[in-house]
C-alpha cells in the first residue's frame, strides 16, 4: 500500500512523467512497474485525475464522494486533525476537520490540492482562490480561516465549514413558495455584490456553491475558479488559461463558452438560470444545457419549460406548494421579464448589476414595476438595432 510518506516521491515521479512525450511516457511507466509496481499504479491514478481536471479546465465540479487519500484521516495538518472527507472536485478536496491546539472547537472545512497538480497551474490557481478570499468579508461568504503548506507539500486553505443543503434541494424539501425561493436568492445576490465590488467574478454560481444553512441563511462557497474582473492573478500578472475554459456548462454564460473575458454579467447570467430551475424546476434551456454557447440564443419561457406530463408537473408544482396551473399563471408577466433580462446571450445587454437584478426581484416582490423590458418591446429594439448596423445602400 502506498501511504502518505510517499507523496513527495509521487509527486516527482508525476512531475518527470507528465513532462515526458506519449511513448516515453508509456516506457518510464513499464520501468516503474517492474521496480516499484505499488509505485506505478499510484502515478496511473494520479495521471488520470491530472488528465480529468485538464479536461475540466480545472473545473471545481460538485462535491462528490471520493476516495479517501490513505492514511488522511486522523491525519493533523498544521494544527487541525482530519475527520472526515466532505467531497472532492477537479482541483481538490475537502475535509472536515477540527483545532486541536485550543481545547474544543467548531469544524472547519480543509481543501487540499490535488497532488497530481503539485507544481502545475493547479498550484497558482490555488493561491489565487486564497487570496481572493482573503479579501472577501461578508456573512453571506465562507470565511477563509487559515493558508499553509503540509510537510508533503499540498497547499491548503482553512475555510468556515457550512452546515447546509444546495439551495434547490432547500426549497424542494421545504416545499418554499415562489416568494421564499426569491428571497432566498436575494441573499446570494448580497453575497455576489460584496465580490464584485472588489472586482471578483465567481463564475461558478450554481446550487452546489449556494448552501442554505438551518437557520435559513445563504452562504457562497468555492471561489476555486473565479478570476479578477481586471483579468490579473492575486500577484498581478496576467493570468492565462492555455486554451481551458473553465466552467460549470449548465450555469455558464455564452462568454465563457467562447472564451471572452468575463465580468459581473457573467454572475448574473449564472443567477439567471439557477433563478429559472428555482421557478420552474426545469433548466432554460432544455436538453441542450451542455451544448455551447450557441443555444444561449434559444432560452425557453419559464410557462412552457414546465413539463406537459401532468404527474411530473404536479410534482414540481408540489414542491412550491401550489397547482400546475397556478404556477403557469405565476411564470408569467413580470417574472419572465426578469428571467429573460438576466439570461440575454450578449452580456451587455443583462442587468448592469448584480444589485439591479436584485432590485427588480424587489420590485417584484413588492408588488412595483420592474424595469426589464417587456418582450415586445426588446424586439422591436432587436430590430432597430438591425437597421442601425445595416450597410450604407442596403435598403
Not at 506519449?22 to 499510484?42: G, I, K, N, W, Y
Request: net charge neutral; aromatic share 4%; with cysteine.
Amino acid at each position: 500500500m502506498v501511504g502518505i510518506r510517499h507523496w513527495p516521491q509521487l509527486s516527482r515521479l508525476l512531475d518527470e512523467i507528465l513532462d515526458l512525450d506519449e511513448p516515453d511516457r508509456r516506457q518510464r511507466l513499464v520501468e516503474l512497474d517492474a521496480a516499484h509496481p505499488r509505485l506505478a499504479d499510484a502515478v496511473r491514478a494520479l495521471l488520470g485525475a491530472a488528465r480529468q481536471a485538464e479536461a475540466e479546465g480545472f473545473l471545481e465540479g460538485s462535491l462528490q464522494p471520493a476516495a479517501a487519500p490513505p492514511g488522511l484521516i486522523g491525519r493533523r495538518i498544521g494544527a487541525y486533525r482530519i475527520e472526515a472527507e466532505l467531497g472532492c472536485g477537479g482541483t481538490g478536496s475537502v475535509w472536515r476537520a477540527r483545532r486541536i491546539d485550543a481545547g474544543p472547537s467548531e469544524p472547519v472545512a480543509i481543501k487540499l490540492l490535488h497532488l497530481a497538480l503539485l507544481g502545475r497551474t493547479g498550484a497558482a490557481r490555488f493561491e489565487r482562490e486564497a487570496a481572493m478570499l482573503a479579501r472577501l468579508d461578508h456573512p453571506g461568504i465562507a470565511r477563509l480561516l487559515d493558508t499553509g503548506v503540509t510537510p508533503d507539500g499540498q497547499p491548503y486553505v482553512v475555510l468556515e465549514h457550512v452546515d447546509g443543503r444546495p439551495i434547490d434541494q432547500h426549497c424542494d424539501t421545504l416545499r418554499l413558495g415562489i416568494d421564499a425561493r426569491l428571497a432566498l436568492l436575494m441573499q446570494a445576490m448580497a453575497s455576489l455584490a460584496h465580490a464584485h465590488a472588489l472586482g471578483i467574478v465567481h463564475r461558478d454560481i450554481k446550487p452546489a456553491n449556494l448552501l442554505v444553512t438551518p437557520e435559513g441563511w445563504v452562504k457562497l462557497l468555492d471561489f476555486g475558479i473565479a478570476k479578477w474582473m481586471d483579468g490579473t492573478d492575486a500577484a498581478g500578472g496576467a493570468v492565462t488559461e492555455a486554451g481551458r475554459r473553465p466552467m460549470t456548462p449548465r450555469y455558464a454564460a455564452p462568454e465563457q463558452f467562447d472564451g471572452q473575458p468575463v465580468s459581473a454579467a457573467t454572475d448574473v447570467y449564472g443567477l439567471g438560470v439557477l433563478l429559472f430551475e428555482l421557478l420552474c424546476g426545469e433548466p432554460p434551456v432544455g436538453a441542450l444545457a451542455e451544448a455551447g454557447a450557441t443555444c444561449r440564443t434559444h432560452v425557453r419561457r419559464l410557462a412552457d419549460a414546465l413539463p406537459r406530463d401532468a404527474g411530473v408537473a404536479a410534482a414540481i408544482a408540489g414542491a412550491r406548494s401550489t397547482t400546475p396551473a397556478r404556477l403557469r399563471r405565476r411564470l408569467q408577466g413580470d417574472l419572465q421579464r426578469i428571467v429573460s433580462m438576466a439570461l440575454r446571450s450578449q452580456a451587455d445587454e443583462r442587468y448592469a448589476s448584480i444589485d439591479a437584478f436584485a432590485d427588480d426581484l424587489r420590485r417584484y416582490l413588492d408588488g412595483r414595476p420592474v424595469a426589464a423590458p417587456s418582450e415586445a418591446i426588446t424586439r422591436r429594439l432587436a430590430a432597430l438595432a438591425c437597421l442601425v448596423r445595416r450597410p450604407s445602400g442596403i435598403s
